[in-house]
């Protein structure tokens, strides 16, 4: 509490408030991030399962 900038037993109230809420929010963003690569990871892995399927060789090059 020595970096409270906030006046009184209120103001140290609301510092921990403010704290744990921003503590949460890092919480929930990394849950968030996670959960993203997550989705994008599984996407890929049908989009290149899609490709596959269609016969589409990496090594085929484009005819001039």
Not at 20 to 36: F, S
Not at 45 to 55: D, P, Y
């Amino acid at each position: 509490m020595d970096r409270c900038r906030l006046k009184g037993k209120l103001g140290d109230t609301l510092n921990a408030v403010m704290v744990a809420a921003g503590h949460n929010i890092r919480l929930l963003l990394r849950a968030m991030a996670d959960l993203l690569c997550q989705l994008l990871g599984r996407l890929l892995v049908i989009i290149g399962a899609g490709i596959q399927n269609r016969g589409f060789a990496p090594s085929m090059q484009a005819v001039a």
